[in-house]
């Protein structure tokens, strides 16, 4: 369960976020919003990356007062992801690995299902952007996180690894596990099954569309 | 409409200045700060005179201009493979030719550097009679720029093949499944991979200056304040290593942030990463320990490298510097440390740096959680 204690967030003196009290049941939640009114912000301060005034707490933990177990619990995949040229796949993949303390064997499927197995040994530098996407939605489902936030997830991903992403979703579903995502593309609700819709507007989130 | 010219000095050339203006100070310091102004002339002269007249020192001269050459081609490569700058990849419509003669002009360019001061030595060589010296120095010079232009024109002209072939190269070399992969390691490897030439430099001129200077070192004649200044030298030059490296975390890897490592943990990524950046230093000033130099300055003087590296990283967590800035707080830091060699509290205030750079990465991190 996700939840919201007076969440505030301003760039600046321009105040972008206000939440107030909130909670969100286990799900999968597709986050929308135009451009520009914050569906990044949001996410990344879910995901402990950006400052804000408030707490947010997963399954009780607080990202304040307890960040590590906090963090654990979510895991992160960025719209646009970038990574050092002179690093390899398996570097980061192993690295993922050793923090969330699971068994390199378990990445195999993901590997896998995104038909990475050929280039993961090489060089990021060498990879297109669908490559490197890939291994952002690989690294986001390493270890058992129960929230995993997907910022545009189908954003240069092509058709085959648009339906193993839908599929890694309703397994993680099955298992507990909940999703946050945005997308200005068009979710196939036969392939995915949405619970909750988000909104932001007027910089504040809500909750009442159900799907 | 402006010629090609133009447009690649703008986005080759003087970008390629502005990014290293950092390092450029490092090296004016090194090459112009040393000595009062009366002596530049014969201080520039004597130096010259020993590259012509010892070959190792020719050899070592030569080195650091290959890799400061290693260091211009690798932006230029670098340039003519990222997104942003695909339109470089028309030039070939030039013809053969004239794109070879303005990759030369950009290398020429990027030299320039190298190139002035080879003129200096030049023209001490044919006065001097020094003539197998300067056929070395001018066939380096030509082989540098001509082979460094051929290689950008090759690159443009067969988009793909020298990265492909590198790209094959290191996929060859790793069949070995690593089981951990620290974070202090990628950030390692992004000083080893990203700034070689400046990090090459910087240990050398590091490791050489505290050779030279604390070899000179007797019971008899003993004063630690010049070599610890010219230690501090090579000391503000990691600076830039450092500046450059909290950029390309912000940019590349932010993710760490997200995942759960205590403080602790993160603070130790950054003690093992400076122990390991400062190691050959340490190597050097045990080797002379306590023949050249008493262990209690030994000890100040790996302490207070120790401690600004870790001081200048935890600073770059409380606020994102503009490069003046950043070169102003160093400056005022060395200037700090330098007053605690004078005044014989040079463990005192490293120990300060230490506490500080311990709670400016606290603070810096804390900030994050919200």
């Known amino acids: ?211 | 409409m402006r010629h090609p010219r133009h447009l690649l000095w703008k986005t080759l050339v003087r970008q390629y200045y502005r990014q290293n203006a950092g390092f450029f100070l490092f090296f004016f310091l090194i090459f112009f700060g040393v000595v009062g102004p009366s002596q530049q002339l014969a201080y520039h002269y004597a130096l010259i005179r020993g590259i012509l007249e010892a070959p190792s020192l020719l050899a070592l001269v030569l080195f650091l201009w290959l890799l400061y050459a290693a260091k211009c081609s690798r932006w230029v490569m670098g340039l003519l493979h990222s997104t942003d700058h695909g339109f470089l990849h028309t030039l070939p419509l030039l013809g053969r030719t004239k794109t070879f003669r303005l990759m030369l002009m950009i290398q020429a360019a990027l030299y320039l550097p190298i190139i002035l001061y080879a003129t200096a030595v030049l023209i001490i060589a044919f006065s001097s009679s020094a003539w197998t010296p300067a056929i070395i120095l001018v066939t380096f010079i030509t082989a540098i720029c001509l082979g460094s232009s051929a290689l950008y024109q090759y690159d443009l002209f067969h988009p793909g093949i020298l990265t492909e072939f590198v790209f094959i190269r290191l996929a060859g070399k790793r069949s070995v499944r690593k089981k951990y992969t620290p974070y202090w390691s990628f950030l390692l490897r992004g000083f080893l991979a990203e700034h070689t030439a400046l990090l090459a430099g910087i240990k050398i001129f590091g490791c050489g200056i505290l050779y030279l200077m604390l070899s000179m070192q007797t019971p008899d004649d003993y004063d630690i304040r010049m070599p610890f200044l010219f230690f501090s030298m090579a000391l503000f030059g990691h600076g830039a290593l450092i500046y450059q490296l909290r950029r390309m975390e912000v940019d590349q890897l932010i993710f760490y942030r997200s995942l759960p490592v205590s403080m602790i943990g993160r603070i130790m990524q950054y003690a093992i990463l400076y122990l390991l950046v400062l190691l050959p230093e340490m190597i050097i000033l045990g080797w002379l320990t306590p023949d050249h130099i008493r262990f209690r300055d030994a000890a100040g003087f790996v302490l207070a490298g120790y401690s600004i590296l870790l001081l200048l990283n935890g600073c770059l967590f409380i606020a994102a510097l503009e490069r003046s800035e950043w070169l102003k707080l160093t400056g005022i830091l060395f200037g700090i440390l330098y007053f605690g060699v004078l005044s014989d509290h040079l463990i005192f205030i490293s120990g300060v740096f230490l506490v500080a750079a311990g709670s400016l990465f606290y603070r810096g991190y804390s900030q994050r959680e919200g």
């Open chain 1, 1 to 211: 369960m996700l939840e919201f204690h007076q969440v505030q967030k301003s760039y600046g003196l321009r105040p972008i976020l206000s939440i107030p009290d909130g909670r969100l049941s286990p799900g999968t939640w597709w986050l929308q919003g135009p451009n520009g009114s914050g569906k990044t912000t949001l996410l990344r301060m879910i995901a402990g990356l950006l400052p804000f005034k408030g707490d947010i707490r997963l399954d009780g933990h607080s990202l304040r007062r307890d960040p590590i177990s906090y963090r654990r619990s979510v895991s992160w995949a960025d719209a646009e992801p970038l990574y050092p040229a002179f690093l390899t796949g398996e570097d980061l993949v192993s690295f993922y690995c050793s923090v969330r303390k699971t068994l390199t064997s378990q990445v195999q499927p993901l590997l896998s299902a995104f038909s990475m197995q050929s280039y993961v040994a090489t060089r990021i530098g060498s990879w297109s952007d669908g490559m490197i996407k890939k291994l952002s939605l690989v690294l986001a489902f390493i270890g058992r996180p129960s929230l995993i936030i997907l910022d545009e997830p189908l954003v240069t991903l092509d058709l085959t690894s648009v339906l193993q992403l839908y599929h890694l979703i309703c397994d993680g579903r099955a298992q507990g596990c909940s999703f946050l995502v945005t997308s200005h593309q068009e979710i196939h609700l036969d392939h995915l099954p949405v619970d909750l819709r988000l909104l932001i507007r007027d910089q504040t989130l809500e909750t009442s569309i159900t799907v």
